[in-house]
C-alpha cells in the first residue's frame, strides 16, 4: 500500500517511494500535520489517481539511484532476518534470507510491478497514473538535504533528523553498492527500471541533478 499523505489546510501532496527516507519524511509530515506517526490514514489520498485530479495541490515525491535502492532494499530485506532478526516478508515471492545478491536481483526482473512489493517496485509506477508522473516535483535522495529545503520552507516543515550524509557508507558518491554489481547485474536492472531510467535520468555511477521540471514553484 502506497502512503500518500495529504495536507489540505497547506494544500499539499507527498507520495512516499519506500527506501528513499521515506521515514523521516513521514516524521517531518505527520508532525506538520499534528497527527500521530501511525495515524496517517485519516490524512490519506487513496491512490495517485486521486492524486492526479488534486489541482491546486503541490505534489511532490522523492527518488533514488534504482541500483542503490535495489541493493539497500536486499540489505535491509534479505541480510537483516539473518544478521539482525528482522522479520522476513518475502517469502510470498520465493525468495529466502540471506540469499545472493545476483539470485535476489533476477528474481526481482522477473515480478512485474503490479505484483512488486513496495520496497522493489519501479518508482515511476508509484508515482505515476495512466503513464503520466503526478508529482509537481521530484526531489533526489542523493541530494535530499538540499532538495528538501525549498519544501520545508514553502510548508512549514521541520528539518529531516536524518540524510543521507549522514552515513559514512554514502559519503563517497554514494558509491557503497557498486562492488557488488556486475555488469550483467547492471544491465538486468536497467532492463526492469527502464521507465526510472527514462523519467528520472539515472545511470549506473551518475546522479542527475535536479532538471526544471524538479523545480518547486513559488508558494501560493
Not at 47 to 62: H, K, L, N, P, Q
Not at 97 to 111: K, L, Q, T
Not at 166 to 182: L, V
Amino acid at each position: 500500500m502506497t502512503r500518500i499523505l495529504v495536507s489540505h489546510e497547506s494544500r499539499f501532496v507527498w507520495i512516499a517511494v519506500a527506501k528513499v527516507a521515506s521515514m523521516v519524511i513521514h516524521r517531518a509530515i505527520t508532525d506538520k500535520l499534528g497527527i500521530e506517526f501511525d495515524d496517517w490514514p485519516r490524512c490519506s489520498a487513496a491512490s495517485t489517481a486521486e492524486v492526479a485530479g488534486m489541482d491546486g495541490y503541490f505534489r511532490f515525491a522523492f527518488v533514488r539511484d534504482p541500483w542503490a535502492r535495489l541493493f539497500s532494499c536486499y540489505q535491509d530485506k534479505i541480510l537483516g532476518p539473518v544478521l539482525h532478526g528482522r522479520d522476513f516478508i518475502f517469502g510470498d515471492f520465493g525468495f529466502t534470507p540471506g540469499m545472493a545478491f545476483p539470485d535476489f536481483v533476477h528474481g526481482v526482473a522477473e515480478i512485474p510491478d503490479e505484483q512488486a512489493d513496495g520496497h522493489f517496485v519501479g518508482q515511476f509506477h508509484t508515482l505515476g497514473y495512466q503513464r503520466r508522473l503526478v508529482v509537481d516535483y521530484v526531489g533526489r535522495f542523493e541530494n535530499l538535504p538540499a532538495d528538501w529545503e525549498p519544501i520545508r520552507l514553502r510548508f512549514g516543515l521541520a528539518p529531516l533528523p536524518w540524510t543521507p550524509i549522514d552515513s559514512a557508507r554514502r559519503r563517497s558518491d554514494f558509491e557503497f553498492h557498486k562492488p557488488h554489481y556486475t555488469p550483467d547485474l547492471v544491465e538486468v536492472v536497467a532492463r526492469r527500471y527502464a521507465d526510472d531510467l527514462r523519467h528520472f535520468g539515472y545511470r549506473f555511477g551518475s546522479v542527475p541533478q535536479l532538471g526544471p521540471r524538479d523545480e518547486p514553484g513559488p508558494s501560493s
